[in-house]
């Protein structure tokens, strides 16, 4: 490979040591540049990502930036994903026993939603609508939403006095991985009342809330 004329190799040309080699440059005005042009350059790529909207590249940048926040690292793909999941949320699941929406349409980080399950058959949770309330934080779905139920309910896996989801007992949570979404975790809170150790348990009535 050639550089120019006269058939110079592009290895030792100033240009070439000014991207591979800092130390060499000798000048603080070449300092600068040097240091310049190289977050120049990230910060287009980063743009040029962002754009195409390839979450997975993000991460990379922003490390090599080092002063992208937190909340950009998991930004592009924590709003896609939510995104992904309104859209599913508002299309309805499977047979409606199990659906959920966003609370908040203004809120652009997609944070509080509502999750409702009807309850499941030969239980005593039969015909009564359980709302639950959702709350995705920045890290979703890096770690799971904390989950917690509007409506009353009698089960081993939820707090008497909160409502809330206990994750250590309730396995969806405790071993959350980032491709379990909001529908998985109500059709499981759905499948674990018909459990028989929840199935029969004596529920406060109905209509009630925590
Ligand atoms: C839950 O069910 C158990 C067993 O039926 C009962 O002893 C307990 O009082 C119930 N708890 C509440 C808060 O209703």
């Excluded at 040591?17 to 240091?35: E, G, K, M, Q, V």
């Excluded at 999750?115 to 609508?129: F, K, L």
Aim: net charge negative; with cysteine; aromatic share 14%.
């Amino acid at each position: 490979m050639t550089f120019g004329s006269g058939g110079s190799s592009v290895v030792g040309s100033p240009l070439f040591d000014f991207f591979n080699d800092p130390p060499a440059l000798t000048s603080a005005f070449c300092l600068i540049a040097y240091r310049f042009c190289y977050l120049s350059i990230l910060c287009v790529l980063l743009g040029y990502v962002q754009f195409f909207d390839l979450g997975l590249w993000v991460p990379v940048v922003s490390l090599r930036l080092g002063h992208i926040d937190y909340l950009s690292f998991y930004a592009v793909p924590r709003n896609f994903r939510l995104l992904e999941e309104l859209e599913r949320g508002e299309k309805g699941i499977g047979d409606g026993t199990v659906s959920y929406g966003m609370d908040d349409g203004d809120d652009i980080y997609m944070r509080s939603w509502t999750g409702t399950i009807i309850g499941p058959h030969n239980t005593v949770h039969e015909g009564r609508i359980y709302q639950l309330k959702l709350f995705c934080d920045k890290d979703y779905p890096e770690k799971p939403p904390s989950v917690r139920f509007h409506s009353r309910i009698n089960m081993t896996c939820v707090n008497h006095e909160t409502g809330v989801v206990e994750p250590k007992k309730f396995g969806l949570l405790a071993n959350w991985q980032r491709e379990y979404t909001m529908e998985d975790i109500l059709t499981q809170l759905k499948k674990e009342m018909a459990v028989p150790h929840n199935r029969k348990l004596v529920q406060p009535p109905e209509g009630t809330y925590f």
